[in-house]
């Protein structure tokens, strides 16, 4: 029987824990912090859309390895699918249900619930779970492996490293797994905040428009040419934009950023109108409310706080009368309100963000089982968050934890010779 330890408690580790002592292996999974799953109760604001029925990994996920990265994803994703997952929780007893749709949340509205069964089915395959266990080291040895801690040492065959990443430091996520990698030769991408606001270069007035929503399609340019686009809630803050919609676009800003890349968002206020439509409802309107001031018939096209930085960025005073405005003025405001565009200075830092781009390089996992293929690391196993592999908002990130580790806890439990059978 092989003998595995499982380094993270999160929904990745958790799963990886319990596909492995399915299969047959004891299980060993070390926790540095006082109990698993602190950053999954926090998932979909406390009530965890576990997944996604909307699934294609081509558009929900991005790496700096395309290539390798679909590869993965699909060997990945064909033997955990969505279905798998329904499925794998259903068989702990979660209920669960989509609303909008797509997203699917368990049927309690509680991100406990999913914590619990997960937590439950561990003891039931009596998976030893040990808490503020912060693995320090990593080392290989003739029979496999040894991980120690600052108390304590575990022999085994194989290790799974599912530590997350470094957001959301306040839940003990500190980026420890990556040190782990790198200590036993594996290479880092990069490792950056996203999914996450994005501080701009702000015009005059924005700020005072902080704390308003609108619908918007935000599309992020890097050197001239698009490299996301989503259209969704946008939120307006004091230094820049926020809202799941720009969420959406920070994976690639950030990673365009990080190679200092000029990039520019393009803020659609209005997409469901063209622009001409626009220019045409406003040279009516001019005409008709020819006293009014040019800020006040735009409320009825822009959230109030918002209009001052439209007008001032088209050199048009608020308090303009309408019958000044040229036909010629009008298309200027149609194409601002289409095209607002703003300055990308940074996605905001890992205290921020929802998940993390960058992390363990997939030229070095085996797409199949997510081992390791370096002499030096092998019996070792990546998943979730470590991998330089991260999703749309939506269940995303959640999917590719549960069908990581699962993946990586069965093939670790049943790839290869055992190296410790049992008489």
């Known amino acids: 029987m092989k003998q595995i330890v499982v380094v993270g408690g999160g929904p990745a580790g958790m799963t990886a824990a319990i596909s492995a002592a399915r299969a047959g292996a004891r299980v060993t999974l070390l926790e540095s912090g006082q109990k698993a799953g602190s950053k999954l ?44 997952t329904l499925s794998f ?39 030893r779970v040990k ?9 290989k040895s003739e029979e496999g492996w ?72 935000v599309t992020a340019l890097a050197g001239g040419r698009e490299i996301a686009s989503d259209t969704g809630q ?62 006040k018939l735009l409320e009825g096209f822009l959230p109030q706080k918002l209009i001052p930085a439209l007008l001032n960025a088209v050199s048009i005073k608020t308090g303009t009368a309408c019958g000044a405005l040229s036909d010629r003025q009008a298309e200027q405001i149609a194409a601002q309100i289409r095209g607002f565009s703003l300055e990308a200075v940074s996605v905001r830092g890992f205290d921020n963000c929802q998940v993390c781009a960058g992390g363990v390089a997939l030229k070095q996992l085996e797409p199949e089982s997510l081992a390791c293929t370096l002499p030096d690391s092998k ?23 549960w069908s990581s580790g699962y993946v990586a806890g069965m093939h670790a439990a049943l790839d290869g010779p055992d190296p410790r059978p049992e008489a």
């Open 89 to 127: 929780f259903s068989s702990m007893g979660l209920m669960t249900a989509a609303e909008h749709g797509t997203y699917v949340y368990p049927v309690t509205g509680q991100s406990l619930s999913v914590l619990n069964v997960l937590v439950r089915e561990m003891e039931r395959l009596r998976v």
């Open 379 to 401: 019996g070792l196993y990546i998943a979730g968050e470590m991998a330089d592999i991260d999703g749309l908002c939506g269940g995303y990130n959640l999917q590719w934890a």
């Open 234 to 295: 946008l939120q307006i803050t004091g230094q820049g934009v926020s809202g799941i919609v720009v969420f959406q676009v920070s994976r690639m800003v950030t990673r365009a950023l990080a190679e200092k890349k000029n990039v520019l968002l393009s803020l659609n206020l209005l997409p469901d109108m063209e622009t001409d439509q626009i220019a045409a409802q406003l040279q009516r309107l001019k005409r008709t409310f020819e006293s009014l001031s040019a800020a």
């Open 146 to 217: 040894l991980v120690r801690t600052g108390s304590w040492s575990y022999p085994c065959d194989r290790v799974i490293l599912a530590c997350g990443s470094k957001c959301m430091p306040a839940t003990g996520s500190d980026g420890n797994g990556y040190q782990l990698a790198a200590s036993c030769g594996l290479r880092l991408t990069p490792v950056l905040p996203s999914l996450s606001a994005i501080a701009c270069r702000v015009p005059p007035f924005w700020a005072s428009a902080s704390g308003v929503r609108v619908r918007a399609c």
């Open 41 to 84: 109760l926090l998932t979909g604001n406390g009530r965890c859309n576990l997944t996604n029925l909307d699934f294609d990994p081509r558009r929900d996920y991005a790496s700096s390895d395309p290539e390798n990265a679909g590869r993965i994803l699909s060997s990945v994703f064909r033997q955990m699918s969505v279905d798998d």
């Open 131 to 139: 808490f503020r266990e912060k693995v320090t080291g990593l080392e």
